[in-house]
């Protein structure tokens, strides 16, 4: 089955740029979404189809996509920013859906 | 708006089956998947499958193939997933989720969870 993987944690100051990468074999090809869970609550969706954002979420979150790596870049961090972060594609072979394996982002 | 509200905390012992209800509004119910997706403790994300709440059609991940059913009941907008033959390792936080109908869709939004904790 199709392996997502994400560094188990990053830590970025305050008002500097988190990057968190999602790796899988040839990933550029499909479709990646992105979500963000805090302590005691259900994932959030902070992008979807790679780069776009939903209403409410700020600017500051962006995501790109391309060969063997995705990548969710959070830019001028905040404290409000530290959480858990999953990448999610969909893999065709299986027709199922796969997550990446977690990235927890703390702010120093 | 949209939401789904899940049904409450279950405690089970080995071998018996838990169902969990996702009750849907504020949307068409049958427009939208409902995907389930678990999270043991301390760990990550690892979805399920979902139901189609028009056709009842289901696609299940293969580990829970021969042990999750999934349906809905689209006259009070709820979904269910059922697991039977619960073991310890099945402990985790369920978590129903809307998708679009359509391939390689998202979760937007996620119910609030249930916990079943599986313990003789």
Not at chain 1, 43 to 66: A, K, Q, T
């Amino acid at each position: 089955s199709y392996v997502l993987t994400q560094p188990p944690s990053v830590s970025v100051a305050p008002g500097q740029t988190a990057r968190i990468t999602c790796g899988g074999n040839n990933i550029g090809s499909k479709t990646v979404h992105w979500y963000q869970q805090k302590p005691g609550q259900a994932p959030v969706l902070v992008v979807y189809n790679d780069s776009d954002r939903p209403s409410g979420i700020p600017e500051r979150l962006s995501g790109s996509n391309s060969g063997n790596t995705a990548t969710l870049t959070i830019s001028r961090v905040e404290a409000g920013d530290e959480a858990d972060y999953y990448c999610q594609v969909w893999d065709s072979i299986s027709d199922h859906r796969v997550f990446g394996t977690g990235t927890k982002v703390t702010v120093l | 708006q949209v939401q789904l509200v899940q049904s409450g905390a279950e405690v089970k012992k080995p071998g018996a089956s838990v169902k969990v209800s996702c009750k849907a509004s504020g949307y068409t119910f049958t427009g939208y998947y409902i995907h389930w997706v678990r999270q043991a403790p301390g760990q990550g994300l690892e979805w399920m499958g979902w139901i189609n709440p028009n056709s009842g059609g289901t696609n299940y991940a293969q580990k829970f193939q021969d042990r999750v059913t999934m349906t809905r009941d689209t006259s009070i907008t709820t979904a269910y997933m059922e697991l039977s033959r619960v073991k310890s390792d099945d402990t985790a936080v369920y978590y129903c989720a809307r998708g679009p109908v359509r391939i390689g869709s998202w979760f937007d939004p996620w119910g609030q969870g249930t916990l079943v904790t599986v313990s003789s």
